[in-house]
T-cell receptor
Framework: DAGVIQSPRHEVTEMGQEVTLRCKLI?????LFWYRQTMMRGLELLIY????????DSGMPEDRFSAKMPNASFSTLKIQPSEPRDSAVYFC???????????????FGPGTRLTVT | AQKITQTQPGMFVQEKEAVTLDCTYD???????LFWYKQPSSGEMIFLIY??????QNATEGRYSLNFQKARKSANLVISASQLGDSAMYFC?????????????FGTGTKLQVIP
């Protein structure tokens, strides 16, 4: 079975540009999480969705960040305009929720390393 | 207050020895769960073990066991018979609440290095 798929794996962009990160959930999972990891702040939850509905977006840094789930298996995280302080590794994770398996286990994607110059 | 505290930024262990990675947590919710994840240098996050607050027995998964001491609010990870491949960052995390709410808070991690 394919795990969580993220693209791109690496992104280098200039300050002010729009960046879109993509994530494909594991089939059958109904919860989706976006995390950001930096040396300074560790692993932070940005937003999580359950059944395509945003449940908690309190970790989204500011209005420059937005996340969507256009369908049950796909999500995007957009940064517009990007800034150097957005440089980090962005992880997407999915979970089966209460539908099956260990309900709260999160399966992480490989991450997208974003560098904003 | 920090919800998850990992006081050991780095640890060394001799190959084949056991090692304990510390984790304390803070919550007033009676329903919660504790996780440990491994992050090797390649960067991926790998789920290791889970303990629910109502679980009567300590969780075990192969060489990993979770020493859950509820009164002390600690959830230490024990790795037995360390292997070179165990060298990685280890994160403790907590989920609070019930009813399907799944927000997880991560600690700052412990870097484990296994010495041959």
């Amino acid at each position: 079975d394919a795990g969580v798929i993220q693209s791109p794996r690496h992104e280098v962009t200039e300050m002010g540009q729009e960046v879109t990160l993509r994530c494909k959930l594991i089939s059958g999972h109904n919860s989706l999480f976006w995390y950001r990891q930096t040396m300074m702040r560790g692993l932070e939850l940005l937003i999580y969705f359950n059944n395509n509905v945003p449940i908690d977006d309190s970790g989204m840094p500011e209005d420059r960040f937005s996340a969507k789930m256009p369908n049950a298996s796909f999500s995007t995280l957009k940064i517009q305009p990007s800034e150097p302080r957005d440089s980090a590794v962005y992880f997407c994770a999915s979970s089966p929720g209460l539908a099956g398996g260990l309900p709260y286990e999160q399966y992480f994607g490989p991450g997208t390393r974003l560098t904003v110059t | 207050a920090q919800k998850i505290t990992q006081t050991q930024p780095g640890m060394f262990v001799q190959e084949k020895e056991a090692v304990t990675l510390d984790c304390t947590y803070d919550t007033s919710d009676p329903s919660y769960g504790l996780f440990w994840y491994k992050q090797p240098s390649s960067g991926e996050m790998i789920f290791l073990i889970y303990q629910g607050s109502y679980d009567q027995q300590n969780a075990t998964e192969g060489r990993y066991s979770l020493n859950f001491q509820k009164a002390r609010k600690s959830a230490n990870l024990v790795i037995s018979a360390s292997q070179l491949g165990d060298s990685a960052m280890y994160f403790c995390a907590m989920r609070e609440g019930d009813g399907g709410y799944q927000k997880v808070t991560f600690g700052t991690g412990t870097k484990l290095q296994v010495i041959p």
